[in-house]
C-alpha cells in the first residue's frame, strides 16, 4: 500500500497560531509533534515513509521537507497553485512511478487527529484488502459520535459484505441541525472524512471517463514537466467528491470508529485536550482563577484569566485572539479582515 497525504490547506480556523508560512498541518496542537507527522507516524508499520507521498504547495514545500526528513524528497510534491483536490490527487498519482500507480493507494488528509491509531490502522488495512481484491474505490466513513451540521456525511445502503464493508448510497452535503439529528438517529449515516482508497491506475481511469478535461490536462504536464506551473493552472477546479467519488456507483466504506477529529476549529482542540477541575484547558504558561470552560493556548508568553467562562484565549508572539468558544468556527471573519486591511504581518 502507498499513501497520499494532501498538505496544502490554510488552517485559517486556527489564527492567530496559524499563518501562511505555518498551517495548522505544521502546527504541535496537542504534543510535540506536528499534525502532519502524526500523520506519517500513526501509517506505520502498515505504510513506511519510503511509500508515502505528499502533496503541498510551493510555499510549504520546504517546510514539509524538513518535517518529514523520512520522506524521500522527491516524493514530497510541490503544486504550483492550489486548484482542489481533484486535480491535487489526480496530479499527485499521476507523477508516482507506474508500478506504485498500480498499488492500492490511501489519499489521508495531513491535519486530522485519531485517537485509537491501532484501530485506525486496522480500518486501513481491512479497506486496502477490500480494494485489492475487487479493485473498487474505497472510503472510511466515521461513526457520527453527534449531530455535527459541519460536515458532509455519506447515506449508507442496507446490509453489510465481507470485511464488514457498506455499500455508499449517496453523498450529502453539511444538513441543517434537523437532519443531523435524524442522521444520527437513524444509525444510517457515517461522517464524511476525505479518506479514501484505490488502486492509482484505476482512479486515473475513473478520472478519464468522469473528468476528461482534467485527464487530458494531466498527460500534457506529464508529458511536458517543464511547463507544470503554465499547465497546472488550466486545470479544473473541483473536489475529489464532486468530480469522481458522486458519480461512482460501486463506491464502498468501512465504519471508522477511532475517536476521529478533524481538529477544525479551537472549540474541536477543545474537546480533546484533557482539562482541569474547572473544565478548562491549557497549553503554555496560563493562570485561571474563578474561570471555568475555557480554552487557553499560549504559544508564547502567560495568559491569566479571572472571573470568565467559555472563551477561547489564545497568545502568540504577536497577536491575542479572545472569543467565545461557541463561535470558534467565525475566526476565518477575522482573517477576511486582516487580508482586506493588508495586514500581511499578522497573516
Same mark, same amino acid.
Not at 6 to 14: E, N, P, Q, V
Not at 36 to 60: K, N, Y
Not at 191 to 211: C, K, M, P, Y
Given at each position: ?38 500523520? %506519517? ?26 518535517? +518529514? ?62 480494494? /485489492? ?6 472510503? %472510511? ?18 446490509? /453489510? ?15 441543517? =441541525? ?6 444520527? =438517529? ?10 479514501? %482508497? ?9 478520472? =478519464? ?25 488550466? %486545470? ?20 471508522? *470508529? ?26 503554555? *504558561?496560563?493562570?485561571? +482563577? *474563578? ?17 470568565? /467562562? ?8 504577536? =497577536? ?28
Amino acid at each position: 500500500m502507498r499513501a497520499l497525504i494532501l498538505a496544502g490547506g490554510s488552517g485559517t480556523r486556527f489564527w492567530p497560531l496559524s499563518r501562511k508560512s505555518r498551517p495548522k498541518q505544521l502546527l504541535a496542537l496537542e504534543g510535540e509533534r506536528t499534525l502532519l507527522r502524526d500523520t %506519517l507516524e500513526r501509517l506505520a508499520p502498515a505504510i513506511g515513509p519510503e511509500s508515502v507521498w505528499v502533496c503541498t504547495t510551493e510555499e510549504l514545500a520546504e517546510a514539509v521537507r524538513r518535517d +518529514l526528513p523520512s520522506v524521500p524528497p522527491e516524493q514530497i510534491l510541490s503544486e504550483p497553485q492550489g486548484r482542489n483536490t481533484a486535480p491535487a490527487i489526480a496530479w499527485a498519482v499521476r507523477s508516482m512511478p507506474e508500478a506504485a500507480r498500480r498499488e492500492v493507494v490511501a489519499v489521508l488528509p495531513a491535519d486530522h487527529r485519531m485517537g485509537d491509531p491501532a484501530a485506525f490502522r486496522e480500518a486501513l488495512e481491512r479497506a486496502a484488502r477490500v480494494v /485489492e481484491r475487487e479493485d473498487r474505490v474505497m472510503t %472510511l466513513g466515521v461513526v457520527p459520535r453527534w449531530a455535527e451540521t459541519g460536515y458532509g456525511y455519506l447515506e449508507l445502503e442496507p446490509g /453489510e459484505g465481507a470485511e464488514g464493508v457498506r455499500r455508499v448510497r449517496r453523498f450529502v452535503e453539511k444538513p441543517s =441541525a434537523e437532519n443531523a439529528e435524524r442522521f444520527l =438517529a437513524s444509525g444510517n449515516y457515517l461522517w464524511n472524512a476525505g479518506i479514501f %482508497l484505490f488502486r492509482g491506475s484505476t482512479l486515473l481511469d475513473l478520472v =478519464a471517463e468522469h473528468q476528461p478535461e482534467l485527464s487530458r490536462g494531466l498527460e500534457e504536464i506529464a508529458a511536458a514537466p517543464d511547463r507544470l506551473r503554465e499547465l497546472y493552472g488550466r %486545470l479544473p477546479a473541483d473536489s475529489i467528491d464532486y468530480a469522481i467519488m458522486e458519480k461512482l456507483d460501486g463506491i464502498a466504506t468501512l465504519p471508522l *470508529d477511532c475517536g476521529w477529529s478533524d481538529l477544525g476549529s479551537w472549540e474541536a482542540l477543545d474537546e480533546i485536550l484533557p482539562k482541569d477541575i474547572q473544565g478548562n484547558t491549557s497549553h503554555g *504558561d496560563t493562570l485561571a +482563577l *474563578d474561570a471555568r470552560g475555557n480554552l487557553l493556548f499560549a504559544g508564547q508568553g502567560t495568559i491569566a484569566v479571572l472571573g470568565v /467562562e467559555d472563551l477561547v484565549v489564545v497568545r502568540t508572539g504577536d =497577536a491575542v485572539l479572545v472569543m467565545p468558544k461557541s463561535r470558534s468556527q467565525e475566526v476565518r471573519k477575522l482573517v477576511s479582515e486582516l487580508t482586506a486591511a493588508g495586514r500581511k504581518d499578522l497573516l
